[in-house]
């Protein structure tokens, strides 16, 4: 059901709490706004984190994430977020993800999630719905 090659985007608007005194977004809030943005790419396909962990004892955790900052996102700025399958493991995912501003990117990264039994928190296999590469 995840296709490698679509792209999901997700719009995010810059508020004041995001930023810096300058009114320059903070750095760590660009991890926040990639991982809002994975949560709804995942929702959009019908997947529930919660009923996932429940259901299925299955989670995600970044295993690592690797981010460039090219330019500053800035208060107010109309962002879009992207997802894409980079990578599919047995276990893990490899996600390619940016920040844009009216098609410039000012992040982009690539974030590596381990899917982990919520019980044991040792890695599974991935859920069944990223079988459909």
Known sequence: ????????????????????????????????????????????RGVDLAVLAHNEDAMFVVRSAKL?????ARLSDNLEISVQVARQRPASVELSQAVTRSGEALCTGVVRLACINTRTARPRPLPAFFEDK
């Open 1 to 44: 059901m995840i296709g490698s090659d679509a792209v999901f985007r997700w719009p995010v608007r810059v508020y004041y709490e995001d930023t810096d005194a300058g009114g320059i977004v903070y750095y760590a809030n660009y991890l926040k706004f990639m991982e809002r943005a994975r949560s709804e790419w995942l929702r959009s």
């Open 68 to 72: 460039e900052f090219l330019r500053p």
